[in-house]
């Protein structure tokens, strides 16, 4: 029922595609996603409480989203919406592009498209990776190889 | 060359399916520069390049005392970018599993469904 995978398939791009389908209609799902209202009751799950949600639902405004983890600290999010299609897409990325503090995430961007399978919602989460000196690389190259590949090598290492 | 924090280096370094070759290469165990070169059709130069590349993102280090400098694999820049995509994937999976609730939650009737306690 998780539908969660890595991609392995695409050359294009630099992406983790996460699917998953709601027993839900879209505008429903749209709703949960895109009011913070609702937003602070389901985002990061269980274990994780939202102490802080606020969303600016259009081009260019910000999602900052405060939530304590279950070790006691404060994860803090803070993405820019780039593209706002209701009831169907929605795009965001760091608001701190290139600027992390070591340790951070990578720089990601962050689409996830809703499609209405009769009274059912399909979600769909691609995340790509690269920050602005990576762009022509992650561009290039897809980055699920990559992570397919490095995984694998990855356990070859660990194993020794 | 670049700000961007570690992850992003080590991402950065393996995108290119030469760097991924000779990570692939040197999991087996170390090798020289010559060693590394030998299946691609380039120069030393070229493939000392990529080294650079995988060295300042601290996936290769190489050896200063033996004289053919034989390069060796660091797992540990490999390992966070594993260990990220864990989380962020866990992350997500378990944001999925909450909306999936949710979405059921707001669907509900608002009748009384106040669930009796039964003591036992």
């Keep these: 029922m998780s539908d969660v995978e890595i991609d392995s398939s695409s050359k294009e791009d630099a992406v983790i595609v996460m699917t998953r389908t709601f027993d839900a209609p879209r505008d429903l799902v749209w709703k949960a996603f895109t009011d913070p209202k609702h937003v602070a009751r389901w985002f990061g799950g269980r274990g994780f409480v939202t102490t802080l949600c606020e969303m600016d639902v259009r081009p260019g405004g910000i999602w900052k989203h405060v939530m304590r983890m279950p070790n006691g600290e404060d994860l803090v999010m803070e993405v820019v919406f780039l593209e706002v299609v209701k009831p169907e897409r929605l795009v965001w990325e760091n608001v701190d592009h290139g600027k992390r503090a070591p340790g951070g995430h990578p720089t990601s961007r962050m689409t996830v498209t809703l499609e209405a399978v009769g009274k059912k919602t399909k979600w769909t989460l691609v995340t790509r990776f690269g920050s602005i000196e990576e762009r022509d690389a992650a561009n290039r190259i897809g980055f699920a190889n990559v992570i397919a590949e490095g995984t694998e090598k990855l356990a070859e290492v660990l194993a020794e | ?120």
Aim: glycine share 4%; with cysteine.
């Design chain 2, 1 to 120: 060359m670049t700000d961007a924090d570690p992850l992003s280096a080590t991402l950065f370094a393996l995108a290119d399916p030469t760097r991924r070759g000779i990570l692939a290469q040197l999991a087996r165990g170390d090798a020289s520069v010559n060693d590394l070169a030998a299946p691609y059709d380039m120069s030393r130069a070229a493939v000392s390049k990529h080294l650079k590349v995988l060295e300042r993102a601290g996936l290769v280090s190489r050896s200063k005392d033996a004289q053919w400098r034989p390069c060796h694999l660091e797992g540990a820049p490999l390992r966070a970018v594993a260990d990220w995509l864990d989380d962020y994937r866990r992350f997500w999976d378990r944001s999925l599993e909450a909306l999936t609730d949710y979405l059921e939650e707001m669907q509900r009737p608002k009748n009384k469904k106040r669930r009796r306690k039964d003591a036992k």
